[in-house]
């Protein structure tokens, strides 16, 4: 039977921005149900351990558990319409749940591998991410769900670097129907095969309400929301947009 897919883009929670998006998306999710919900990763923006910081003013004044509070915060948030739906209900709604964890979720794993770190490796953890049922995905490593391969990114094999261009590009390379992170530009593509097959790839772009300072005032425009994937079946799957604005009028 096809199944229906949420797929939710970066979302690169960090202390200060606003993170009722993620109410609005658990109210969403209550109303539509979908059988999979996977998250591309970035969930943790993690800014206190950015070596793209160092040396900047205000660095210095960064705070490792605050970024793991706001990320967990904004979990909860989203969590917490279906926890409410699911009380005294015999027949819950209890999705599979996936994260892909991206780049500024591994920022973790490179602080704790640097050696002058080693006395924080029990301090500094991934232990501390709230993920309540949601199953982890290793930085980097494929999961194929539904015909659809998902990751945070997926990279040139003898470089180990991602490979760039827009999602026909990607799907010209990679050959298989994929869903990534990473990028905030959101694009898709479809290749009808030969053999009657078709194979899709989708760029998810951003789920996130705040500017991103190093993008600058002539790339914050992005488009923003999540999507579902309807009637998923062999890496084919019909598409809906779901932007931010919609989510934010619709169910907050």
Known sequence: MPKKHLVIPDTQVKPGVPINHFTALGNYVVAKQPDVIIHLGDHWDMPSLSSYEVGK??????????????????????EAPIKEYNKGRRNKYQPKKVLTFGNHENRITRFQEEAENARFRNVVTMKDFELNGWKAVPFKKIVKIDGIHYCHYFYQQNSGRAIGG??????????????????????????????????RGLMAGAFYQHDEDYRGSQANSEWRGVWMLHEVRAGNYCLMEVSMGFLLSNYL
């Open 57 to 78: 003013v205000g660095f210095e004044s960064g705070d490792y558990a605050a970024d793991i509070e706001a990320g967990n915060e904004a979990m909860r948030l989203f």
């Open 166 to 199: 827009l999602a026909h590009y990607k799907l010209n390379k990679l050959k298989f129907s994929f869903v990534m992170g990473h990028q905030q530009d959101m694009d898709f593509a479809r290749i009808g095969l030969n053999n009657g097959d078709v194979i």
